[in-house]
């Protein structure tokens, strides 16, 4: 079987969107392309407060990806929990519909658990050796100044798991809201980050948190997906070529 | 952690329902990252069942668990030995559970706890056997920290459970703890290696060793192994290990056989040298002496054993 290509979005953020297209929006549009939207929730002390806490859910749900609500100083094994349990999810739903195909409705449940087993150690295998292309996209709104030391430390972290797959991976970090755009690219494409890399410094800090647009604007990052007209004239301007097959390239500070 | 499905709760008594075995759960034993185990009684012999929120990661470890088990030797048990896979309606959903032997024990920490830090060496060199076994089939067990390890309470034998994080050699390691995991500790990535297992078994050994107090101390951001080799300086106990200790946290093992090895050299020399004391007359330290004899009496015992079972 040829490998495939999983591509994500992680959305690392502490609140609700306030500007743009709603991100529950942009995370069904971010699926419909191919692109499975996680989302991390990073909180100080309590929980969330229970509108972000569904906006979270929901972008999740719309974006085929799952959640989760945690401490600074869990955020970097919760990226990579979550981004594996992501890609098994992904794998999963692909090899169920094809059993679907060849062996008619319900086909997994239908199966006995014995041949489940077999399933699920094929899956485990394409999920490790398939591409995979990550792009996080850091919330850099006022409220999160005190989290990005734990952000920075997680997508040196990240970078480390990827690193360690015999599948090919490429990271790239944003952050949002950017300068001119929603979004700054703050590290392209890249299969390395390096360690002296510097989030925090740079960043647009406002009270402004266009999570939708961002999503929308992350799209254009993965090559393979050219944005209806009408969104690519809003919202395609940061459209990166992307790093001549996958070669490093130095980050943009 | 979530992960937005809430682990299913088990019914008081339950059937599978492609093989037909009945269930009756009598408590739950604990929870990991993939889900809960419960301590269940299937006509009347106990077993463990385990069952998590996504079914697709419960068939995971059931892979990992049949692939550790087979081989041209069964009889070296590595993991528990899986009873059942099997499924269960949870209000009017289908749910993935399996059972497996099990091993009544206590969680490692808990029995260095009680029964005091002499115990350590000894376990830790069964648990490198255990390993030798595991990384031979081509695993790495990942995730390895006290809460995965069990003491048996019938023969003090040391077994490893959940098998969530068992990874094929060469792939990303599935699941980890960060205070046991090298990349971590800036000491290496996330593949699949003996050295990967070896490492977190080193970091292990020094918690252990240590008092509570000491080893938060140890846990300064960003982690670094010079803190560990710094605790082991300072510790009678982990001292004479210090050379197979931080050759684990370097990488430079290979595999488990020749760490275990070189621990064996050092608790039998140290026990000799002991000895040879006590008959030479100084008798003072009698208590220590007697919990070093008991050591080395069982880890002769347990090392005929694996000579035996290899």
């Known amino acids: 079987m040829k490998e495939a290509t999983l591509r994500q979005i992680l959305v690392v953020t502490d609140g609700c969107s306030n500007s743009g297209i709603s991100p529950v929006a942009a995370a069904t549009l971010a699926r419909e392309q191919g692109i499975t939207v996680n989302v991390i929730g990073v909180v100080e002390k309590g929980d969330m407060g229970e509108q972000g806490e569904k906006e979270i859910r929901e972008i999740a749900e719309a974006g085929g990806g799952l959640f989760d609500i945690v401490y600074p100083q869990q955020l970097a094994q919760t990226v990579q929990m979550l981004t594996r349990k992501a890609m098994t999810r992904t794998i999963h739903q692909v090899v169920s519909k094809e059993l679907k195909e ?11 658990p014995e041949k489940r087993v077999q399933v699920a150690g094929m899956v485990d295998e394409l999920g490790e050796r398939s591409r995979l292309d990550v792009v996080m996209l850091v919330d850099s709104s006022g409220s999160m100044k005190p989290k990005l030391a734990a952000v920075q430390q997680a997508i040196h972290d990240f970078s480390i798991s990827l690193r360690s797959r015999s599948g090919q991976s490429r990271m790239a970090v944003c952050s949002f809201p950017g300068k001119q755009n929603h979004l700054d690219v703050r590290i392209p494409w890249t299969e390395e980050v390096d360690q002296a890399h510097q989030l925090t410094s740079g960043l647009t800090m406002s009270g402004i948190t266009p999570t939708g647009p961002a999503i929308i604007e992350a799209i254009a990052l993965f090559e393979h997906v050219k944005l209806p007209t009408g969104l690519r004239d809003r919202y395609g301007h940061n459209e990166l070529e992307d790093g001549d097959q996958g070669s490093l390239r130095d980050h943009v500070f | 952690m979530s992960f937005n499905r809430a682990i299913p709760k088990l019914p008081p008594q339950f059937r599978g329902k492609w093989n037909q075995k009945t269930y009756h759960v009598l408590r739950e034993l604990g929870r990991g990252a993939n ?52 499924d269960l309606y949870i209000d009017g959903r289908s749910c993935t559970f399996y059972a497996m032997e099990y091993l009544d024990g206590e969680q490692l920490d808990q029995f260095v706890q009680r029964t005091g830090t002499d115990w350590v060496p000894v376990l830790i060199i069964q648990l490198l056997a255990r390993l030798v076994v595991l990384h031979q089939r081509g695993w790495v067990f990942g995730d390895l920290k006290p809460e995965n390890v069990i003491v048996t309470r019938a023969d003090s034998q040391v077994r490893l459970i959940d098998f969530g994080g068992v990874t094929k050699h060469g792939c990303a390691v599935r699941q980890f703890t960060e205070e046991y995991d090298r990349a971590a500790w800036h000491a290496g990535d996330r593949r699949a290696e003996p050295a990967y297992d070896l490492f977190s078994l080193a970091v292990m050994t020094v918690r252990l060793a240590s008092s509570p107090e000491v080893w938060k101390s140890s846990r300064t951001e960003p982690r670094q192994t010079s803190l560990l080799c710094d605790i082991i300086r300072n510790n009678d106990s982990l001292y004479p290990f210090r050379v197979p200790l931080i050759k684990a946290f370097h990488g430079q093992y290979a595999g488990a056989e020749e760490m275990k090895s070189d621990m064996l050299a050092i608790v039998q020399g140290r026990t000799t040298a002991v000895q040879q004391k006590k008959a030479s007359g100084s008798g003072s330290s009698g208590i220590w002496i007697g919990g070093l004899f008991v050591a080395s009496m069982l880890l002769l015992a347990g090392t005929l054993y694996y000579a035996w079972m290899m």
């Open chain 1, 102 to 112: 060849i062996l008619g409705d319900s086909a997994m449940e239908g199966l006995v």
């Open chain 2, 35 to 86: 889900g809960a185990v419960y301590l269940v009684s299937q006509d009347g012999v106990r077993r463990a069942v385990k069952i998590g929120a996504e079914g697709m990661d419960i068939l995971m470890e059931v892979h990992a668990l049949k692939s550790v088990q087979q081989g041209r030797d069964a009889r070296v048990t590595v993991a528990p030995l899986l009873c059942d896979v099997d």
